[in-house]
């Protein structure tokens, strides 16, 4: 079982960038699937990227694709998600999740089954 700690989450205009991590412990990196997930209020758990450690393939929503940057670093077990060019539609709480690797990671979230316990983003307009 993986352990997640997601942290980076704030408030930020408009336009800005965050970085999210997601450190990991309990296992290495590579043997899991991490994907990125937000909850914003009244809303469904959604998956906005993820990554797999088998091949390092990435997906993304189509609502956050060229502006949503996932990566991950073996050595630190620590996944990043940057952001860029924020909007105040990505408010939400962000959250990591991991999954034994697949090959192919996705965007499901009723796959995973390691969670973090979220960091909150907050855009305004």
């Known amino acids: 079982q993986l352990q997640l700690v997601e942290s980076g989450g704030g408030l930020v205009q408009s336009g800005g960038s965050l970085r999210l991590s997601c450190a990991a412990s309990?296992?290495?990196?590579?043997?899991?699937?991490i994907g990125w997930f937000r909850q914003a209020p009244g809303k469904e758990r959604e998956g906005v990227s993820c990554?797999?450690?088998?091949?390092?393939?990435?997906k993304y929503a189509d609502s956050v694709k060229g502006r949503f940057t996932i990566s991950g670093d073996f050595a630190k077990s620590t996944v990043y998600l940057q952001i860029d060019s924020l909007k105040p539609e990505d408010t939400a709480v962000y959250y990591c999740a991991a999954r034994p690797t697949w090959g192919s990671c996705s965007l499901g979230r009723y796959t995973y089954t390691d969670w973090g316990q979220g960091t909150q983003v907050t855009v305004s307009s």
């Open positions: 990554f797999s450690s088998r091949g390092g393939s990435t």
């Open positions: 309990g296992s290495t990196l590579d043997r899991y699937d």
